[in-house]
């Protein structure tokens, strides 16, 4: 919920400023108690990067003055006499706008600062940095590790055991060289609570908000990690990571409303939720200003239309096996089970009637079709409805579509207001690929189904059917 690079993904910019979910709550209830805990770590063994506090860094072995030095130069090389030298409380920084100072060029820097390093308690810390270019961290004199990407900014951490009473010298080299200048120095405190912390809140307050789901840190292209579900950034399993399942199922079972938040870049198998938790919100990577538009779904100032663009399966077991690249079996068009969330999902805090869907009932190959309905919002709120219209063809093949989105259109509607929605669908429309790895149209039986979701016996909503018979000589076309 206050995790501001969990909304930006993968190969993003870096805004000047971010509003998480739990900023954006505060903004749109600023006479609400919000109570925050972190809950949980992304998934098991992954750790929870948190600044370390001015109270944990000093400029000096005897412990008088917090912070570490930084000498800030001109170039990315370290050399030269230092253009500002000063004491920083922390490691937290986000050039993008302003420099440290006037004279230093944001693509062309460095900074290396020194200093000392105690813990509150023994035990072992995961030692954190985020940052972008090229960074380095050393602890008594000993490189932990270091990342150079010229590209974007990404997470390096170290498991390190670490006592308490013990002044640890620290060095951080930081050069960038064209990027986004951002750098922070994060650990992972051992024995931290996080699940009691979320409960003993949770138990306080009218209300809860969950927000759970996945993170740029363990999804993506071709990544150093290797954690319960996810291989180098792959998913092997749909379901939320185990430690968040847990706390999820605790809080339900404290009897509290709840709302399910869900962050994530691709589609995750929340059966139990689904059957317990009475509020979802799907909220993908939302961007820099995501808290608030989370906050203004909740709130109910946005009456929500999005739509699901994957299908949410149940289980991993029901999907081929990933090196399989035959599309039996896979996506809204290719397979026959039940989802747990259909390709064109969403709600709405109104309703939508459909009428009136007018078709030829019968249209030579190779004409254009045109298909009007008259969508009715019959709830007590505005809103926008997201109208799609998908084509089937009868008695088909087994390499052809189950069904295929050919239209959508997204409209605005006042309470009580009708409007006629109207579709043209091509001659490629009601094509195929044959057997000889042809496009082709032939004549044939096709269902049009107008509403705000798929034509399944599955899916809650609104939805209109007609049948319309092709005639005619079959057409070859080109790829």
């Excluded at 109270?55 to 030095?69: D, I, M, R, V």
């Excluded at 185990?242 to 938040?261: D, H, M, T």
């Excluded at 069904?403 to 009601?430: H, M, N, Q, Y």
């Amino acid at each position: 919920a206050d995790d501001a690079e969990v909304l930006l993904a993968n190969y993003n910019g870096l805004p000047s400023s971010t509003i998480t979910a739990l900023q954006g709550l505060k903004n749109a209830m600023p006479n609400t108690n919000i109570l925050y805990a972190q809950g949980s770590a992304h998934a098991n063994g992954l750790p929870v990067p948190k600044l370390i506090a001015s109270q944990y860094l000093f400029t000096n072995k005897e412990a008088s003055e917090h912070g570490l030095k930084g000498d800030y130069f001109t170039n990315n090389k370290f050399t030269g006499t230092p253009v500002l030298s000063r004491v920083d409380p922390v490691i937290d920084f986000l050039w993008i706008n302003e420099p440290p100072v006037s004279s230093i060029n944001l693509d062309n820097f460095s900074v290396r600062w020194t200093g000392y390093l105690k813990v509150p308690a023994d035990g072992n810390y995961f030692l954190d940095m985020y940052g972008s270019s090229d960074f380095q961290l050393y602890i008594n004199d000993s490189s932990l590790f270091k990342y150079s990407n010229a590209d974007g900014a990404d997470h390096r951490y170290k498991n390190i055991a670490l006592k308490s009473g013990e002044a640890y010298t620290i060095q951080i080299n930081y050069a960038n060289s064209g990027a986004n200048a951002v750098v922070k120095l994060n650990w992972t405190i051992p024995n931290t609570e996080y699940e009691a912390e979320a409960i003993a809140i949770a138990k306080k307050a009218d209300v809860v908000v969950l927000c759970m789901g996945l993170s740029p840190r363990i999804e993506g292209e071709q990544m150093d990690i290797k954690l319960d579900g996810f291989n180098q950034g792959d998913r092997t399993k749909l379901e939320l990571p185990a430690v968040q399942q847990s706390l999820i199922k605790k809080i339900a079972a404290l009897g509290k409303p709840v709302v399910l938040v869900l962050v994530n870049g691709s589609a995750v198998a929340i059966n139990w939720e689904v059957e317990n938790i009475p509020a979802i919100v799907e909220t993908w990577y939302g961007g820099q200003q995501a808290g608030t538009a989370i906050a203004d779904v909740i709130t109910g100032k946005f009456n929500p239309s999005g739509r699901l663009p994957v299908t949410f399966y149940t289980s991993e077991t029901e999907l081929p096996a990933f090196e399989d690249y035959n599309m039996k079996g896979r996506t809204y068009r290719y397979y026959s089970g039940k989802p747990l969330y259909e390709f064109g999902y969403g709600l709405s805090y109104t309703t939508f009637t459909y009428t009136n869907l007018k078709v030829k009932p019968v249209v030579k190959v190779g004409d254009a079709v045109i298909v009007t309905i008259d969508v009715e919002n019959t709830g007590k709120m505005e809103g926008d409805e997201v109208v799609q219209l998908y084509v089937q063809r009868m008695n088909a093949t087994e390499n052809t579509p189950l069904r295929s989105l050919k239209g959508f259109s997204k409209i605005a509607l006042k309470r009580g207001e009708k409007k006629t929605v109207s579709f043209k669908l091509r001659p490629t429309d009601f094509s195929y690929i044959n057997t000889q790895n042809k496009r082709v149209i032939d004549a044939g039986t096709f269902q049009i189904a107008v509403g705000g979701k798929q034509p399944t016996d599955f899916s809650k909503g609104a939805v209109i059917i007609k049948k319309i018979n092709l005639t005619g000589k079959a057409t070859l076309l080109e790829l």
